[in-house]
């Protein structure tokens, strides 16, 4: 259990997540697998700004929590391997797409403006602000390579968005407290989006794991919400790796 803690701490589960999350999306869209460039950067991107994200947190706040304290305790450490990620990250820049590495760019400029109106407090006044951009920024990440080869269907865009907003939403409110009911209203939500997505997207599987994710989320909100859960729902999107396993 402390092995999987320590991943958990390090964002492993949530990068693996993100990983097979766009190579699940990217084959059942073009029915071929990625370049391991787009794969790379993904995963390096997603382990940046999560890291970043603990860093901004110890600086701007008070925290104490295993998370944030493991931070703290390795922050030279942990800050000395994302500066050499972010040289693997520009090298592995010069093998892709010139538009697709605009598109980065451009997202990479969003996601500075999210960073400096989260230390500014400007998310502070509207309870799940924050988390709202949190999962439009990982969800376009996530699905950018995909958007950029392939005709993507919108919906698909929308149901991984929604997930990824509830999964924030969720432990916030068990964290802080907060509004149940938006939580609420996003569960139904977001099971409309899966099943108008099986209308769109003609892919079982695909489907069904996305029901798989939003039902673990589901089952902690209703059963045993405790940030000790937080681990099985980062874990849950890693779930797609069945899909990539059984279609080698």
Known sequence: MRFFRTLHFLSIDVVLGAVSLHMMIFHALLHVWPRWEYDALLGISVYLIYGMDRQIDNLSA??????????AKYRRVLISLMLALVCVNIVLLYRIEMELVRFGIALLFLL????????KGIFTSCWGSKEIFTAAI???GVLLPS??????PFDLGIVLFL???????????????GKPIYIQALIGLSL?????LAYCVDNLFVNSLFLFIWG??????????R???RPWAEWSFVSPLIYILCNL
Do not use: Q
């Open 192 to 196: 409309l989006g899966i099943i108008l």
């Open 163 to 177: 997930l990824a907003l509830l999964n924030l939403w969720l432990f916030t409110w068990i964290a802080t407290g």
């Open 62 to 71: 008070d925290v104490s929590d295993e998370l944030h304290v493991f931070h």
């Open 138 to 140: 990982y969800s376009m």
């Open 147 to 152: 958007t950029f080869n392939a005709d993507f």
């Open 216 to 225: 673990i989320h589901v089952c902690i909100y209703y059963f045993r919400p």
């Open 227 to 229: 940030m000790s859960m």
């Open 112 to 119: 500075g403006g999210y960073w400096a109106a989260w230390v």
